[in-house]
């Protein structure tokens, strides 16, 4: 027994005496999920991260597209280039959700811009490796479509890139998740949202495994904070065609506002300020596709809401990120 003691206090103390990790303190890392041509507020999602990124607040590490369509990924591609951050890597899910959808496929514009990648890999193994890459605690995940591709990175294995698991590998690398969905109205408004109820057991499946803090922005917010048209219609700034801009003239005839749902989700890791944050506590996913936040201390997720006066700020901190004046 004496000398179990003698190895346990030998162990504390190399523990005790180990160099602690320091927190990571430069740009948000962003690794963006997007279901890009689908509605069109992801567009001007990605291009708040391309533009954090010329000041220095962001670094875009891969950006994930899970549409059924050939075209989102070379749009992001192009939107990256255009942006003046070409080789950004774009991946495709090859196990994309197969939903009813009736949007308007703005992403052709991409055939009208340059592109910088020759491929788009299968985005799994390509966050496994980002992530092995990273400092521990610095990647920000942000999912602005549906749980699909994030479930499958949880629930998978060790490999020749990283000896951890999915949800080892998650809880050793990344800050947390930032994610677009799910709604919180009355009892009488309450829906079944759309990013949820596409692939309703892989958001379960998130909600339930996803190790570090989940930062839920419910549709609520987004559906009052409002895009200004005229800027879609100045080319949101530029001298030559805007592919975002071009993405939204095509996906409905001008002019029109549009909520910015999605947009919300990329700027709170930049601005969280500008939000309402719960208490700490567990959010669930029923089986029609419903959200239902639950309060508990040692809860890591945090449902965001917005106070009277916030929208107006978040209106004017995405359109001076995204208009080039």
């Not at 030998?10 to 990790?21: F, V």
């Not at 994930?64 to 890597?89: M, N, R």
């Not at 995940?141 to 999915?166: H, N």
């Given at each position: 027994?004496?000398?179990?003691?003698?190895?346990?206090?030998?162990?504390?103390?190399?523990?005790?005496?180990?160099p602690k990790q320091e927190a990571y303190q430069g740009p948000v890392k962003f690794i963006i999920e997007t279901?890009?041509?689908?509605?069109?507020?992801?567009?001007?999602?990605?291009?708040?991260?391309?533009?954090?990124?010329?000041?220095?607040?962001?670094?875009?590490?891969?950006?994930?597209?899970?549409?059924?369509?050939?075209?989102?990924?070379?749009?992001?591609?192009?939107?990256?280039?255009?942006?003046?951050?070409?080789?950004?890597?774009?991946?495709?899910?090859?196990?994309?959700?197969?939903?009813?959808?009736?949007?308007?496929?703005?992403?052709?514009?991409?055939?009208?811009?340059?592109?910088?990648?020759?491929?788009?890999?299968?985005?799994?193994?390509?966050?496994?490796?980002?992530?092995?890459?990273?400092?521990?605690?610095?990647?920000?995940?942000?999912?602005?479509?549906?749980?699909?591709?994030?479930?499958?990175?949880?629930?998978?294995?060790?490999?020749?890139?990283?000896?951890?698991?999915?949800?080892?590998?998650?809880?050793?690398?990344?800050?947390?998740?930032?994610?677009?969905?799910?709604s919180y109205g009355s009892k009488q408004s309450k829906i079944s949202e759309y990013n949820v109820k596409n692939?309703?057991?892989?958001?379960?499946?998130?909600?339930?495994?996803?190790?570090?803090?989940?930062?839920?922005?419910?549709?609520?917010?987004?559906?009052?904070?409002?895009?200004?048209?005229?800027?879609?219609?100045?080319?949101?700034?530029?001298?030559?065609?805007?592919?975002?801009?071009?993405?939204?003239?095509?996906y409905m005839s001008m002019p029109y506002f549009r909520q910015c749902w999605d947009l919300l989700s990329v700027?709170?890791?930049?601005?969280?300020?500008?939000?309402?944050?719960?208490?700490?506590?567990?959010?669930?996913?029923?089986?029609?596709?419903?959200?239902?936040?639950?309060?508990?201390?040692?809860?890591?997720?945090?449902?965001?809401?917005?106070?009277?006066?916030?929208?107006?700020?978040?209106?004017?901190?995405?359109?001076?990120?995204?208009?080039?004046?």
């Amino acid at each position: 027994m004496k000398r179990i003691m003698v190895v346990l206090a030998a162990a504390a103390m190399l523990i005790s005496c180990a160099p602690k990790q320091e927190a990571y303190q430069g740009p948000v890392k962003f690794i963006i999920e997007t279901d890009m041509g689908n509605d069109i507020d992801d567009a001007l999602a990605l291009a708040i991260a391309l533009r954090a990124m010329d000041d220095g607040k962001a670094e875009l590490l891969a950006v994930g597209c899970h549409k059924l369509s050939t075209s989102p990924a070379a749009f992001c591609d192009a939107v990256c280039t255009y942006y003046g951050h070409p080789g950004i890597p774009v991946a495709m899910s090859l196990t994309p959700v197969k939903e009813s959808s009736s949007y308007v496929d703005y992403t052709q514009v991409e055939k009208d811009f340059e592109k910088s990648l020759t491929e788009y890999p299968e985005p799994v193994a390509l966050y496994r490796k980002i992530l092995s890459e990273q400092p521990d605690n610095s990647v920000t995940f942000v999912s602005l479509g549906f749980g699909t591709t994030l479930a499958q990175l949880l629930e998978s294995e060790p490999d020749d890139i990283s000896p951890l698991s999915g949800v080892d590998l998650v809880a050793l690398k990344t800050v947390g998740l930032s994610v677009m969905c799910g709604s919180y109205g009355s009892k009488q408004s309450k829906i079944s949202e759309y990013n949820v109820k596409n692939d309703i057991p892989a958001m379960k499946t998130v909600f339930e495994k996803w190790p570090t803090k989940i930062w839920q922005n419910p549709g609520e917010i987004g559906e009052v904070v409002l895009y200004p048209c005229e800027l879609i219609e100045q080319n949101l700034g530029y001298d030559t065609p805007n592919p975002v801009a071009e993405a939204y003239k095509l996906y409905m005839s001008m002019p029109y506002f549009r909520q910015c749902w999605d947009l919300l989700s990329v700027l709170y890791p930049l601005r969280p300020e500008l939000f309402t944050e719960s208490v700490p506590g567990t959010v669930t996913v029923d089986d029609e596709g419903y959200t239902w936040f639950t309060p508990s201390k040692d809860g890591r997720h945090i449902v965001l809401s917005a106070t009277l006066d916030q929208p107006q700020a978040m209106v004017d901190a995405i359109t001076e990120m995204t208009y080039m004046k």
